[in-house]
């Protein structure tokens, strides 16, 4: 079915209010079709409830959906409302599973996908929906209430709604139904592992309601036996018409293409597609496109001329932007960058002339769709990769650069595992959000330092720091905030008034800093500070790394002096 449009499904359910169109939706000549065209669909229907219709889906073993079984599975009867339960008898109690009493025997061997339940406590015994656990288990999938579906995460941490339920109001708006549909890929793939069809259950009745005095003795038969549908009509003509039925589908996904998915080869990776990038060929020591495909790449240890896997490639620096506006996705640290639950980069780095770089085979884990993500941004080296990258990737050596936002980070991360009084961090996520502003966006540099300003100062506890200044005798003004109260304190314990001042000036350019770029409307003042940062700095990022020196060595000095009063 498309789930985007819904009105194939109305039809199916909504009476006619014509006499001839009532007719006409009498013979129940769309049934066959529809269910035809569903399970060729991307979603198809495992549970429909609404005014004349009624489908519900099982998985059948193999070795029961053959055509000696037919006609007994034409006796079905159930629905999902059928449940784990307990049979007791004077002299036995057992558990009884869902499609015991289906009306076949055959059907017993079949599991039920999904489950409809209810309890009086809870909704105002409103009913709700379970997936069968052996199946969302095995498939991963999780139930996020918001999107009312079973998601899971695709080979691009996107989240994928495996199975959704839909709600769909009657056009007379006096009824209301519910669809619960599911990709077939996905759960063909469950299919494919246990051995099993799709068995799907349907019943249309269709008649005027308010005005339905019984079938009547005299009706048209119709059966039908094609394209895996098995059942038939029966229409009593100016009354209305009635189908029962069932429909076998091979939905399996093959046990060899699951087998070639789980071992690193996804749908549209059987033959994985490489990019080429302009890389820096050390070992031919010239600067060419090279494929990062690793069938053209040599290691240390292969003698050969084809270039190493460690060629490094470069990239203006707006290839990071993607990473930092959806961290739901990603996660970008300082050299590294993570997809959820798909992918990951394992190390890149940013050289002097401010371009990212990496190595080609790090670029060669990536899906082909991120590989060219970084296709667009690649340029020829303006620079040597960094000096860290040097020592920690090629000699294999700890970096011996000093990188201020990584120390600073580390002592406010410090700070709150030691369970400091005075600062306290506020979001876990914090440290994570705050990185360099790498490129000459405005918008990039404004972002990062209002993450700098809720890492560093929002995280200070103003009601413990005026506690501990009246504790301390201290002159603090009741409209004094955080960082003047700090100022306070420092003076306190024994700083002269100006030295105090010079500890909290990084914390007060931040913290203005963030106002004049976050707080409001763009005016002169954020103008000037940005002349400011290229004239006296040459880049947001020199600027952005001043300012966390700065601050890294506050920290420093503020942590000591105050050890001692916590």
Known sequence: MNIYDLDSLKVLSDEPSSEDEFCLWSQQSDVAGFLTSDIDDEYVILYASMPHVFIHAVFLP??????????????????????????????D?????????????????????????????????????????????????HYVPERKSWCKLDSHG?????????????TLKKDEGIIICAKKNIIGEYAGIEGMKLFRMFDFTRYRKGCFNGWGSTREQVAFNENGLFGEINVVNYVGSYSRGFQLSDIS??????????????????????????????????????????????????ESDLPFEITPVFFKPEVLLKYKTDRDRFTLNSRSIYCRGAW??????????????????????????????????NEAPKAPISSRAMENDIKGEWSSEYDALLSLKAKLVNLDSKGSLWWKLR????????????????????????????????????KWLRKKAKALNLNSDARLRALKLLEVILVGVGFDEE?????MSPFHIVHNARSILKGHTLGSEAEELRKTAITEYGSYKNHYEKICTDCDESIEIITDALSEIE
């Open 93 to 141: 109690i057992s558990i009884e599973s869902p499609m015991s009493s289906f009306g076949c025997n055959e059907l017993v061997y079949g599991e039920q996908i999904i489950f409809a339940r209810s309890f009086q406590c809870v909704d105002n015994d409103e009913t709700y929906y379970e997936l069968n656990q052996k199946i969302s288990h095995s498939l991963d999938l």
């Open 499 to 503: 030295h105090a001042r010079e500890i």
């Open 253 to 302: 996904v093959s046990k060899e293409k699951l087998i070639a998915n789980i071992w690193g080869c996804s749908d549209d990776e059987i033959e994985k597609k490489y990019c080429s990038y302009i890389a820096q060929d050390w070992k031919n020591n010239e600067i060419k496109e090279i494929s990062c495909n690793p069938n053209c790449l040599a290691n240390y240890f292969t």
């Open 344 to 377: 990951a980069l394992n190390t890149f780095d940013v050289n002097t002339a401010g371009q990212v770089h990496t190595y080609l085979i790090y670029l060669s884990y990536l899906p082909y769709e991120e590989q060219l993500h970084w296709k667009q941004y």
């Open 62 to 91: 193999e070795t029961n959906a053959i055509e000696d079984n037919y006609d007994n599975l034409l006796r079905w009867s159930g629905n999902p409302f059928s449940s784990w339960s307990i049979s007791c008898s004077s002299e």
């Open 158 to 170: 996107e989240v994928n709604e495996v199975i959704k339920i839909i709600k769909i109001s009657n």
């Open 427 to 462: 979001d876990r996520n914090a440290p994570d959000k705050v990185h360099y502003p790498y490129t000459s966006s405005r918008d990039e540099w404004a972002e990062e330092i209002l993450n700098l300003d809720q890492l560093l100062v929002e995280g200070l506890d103003e």
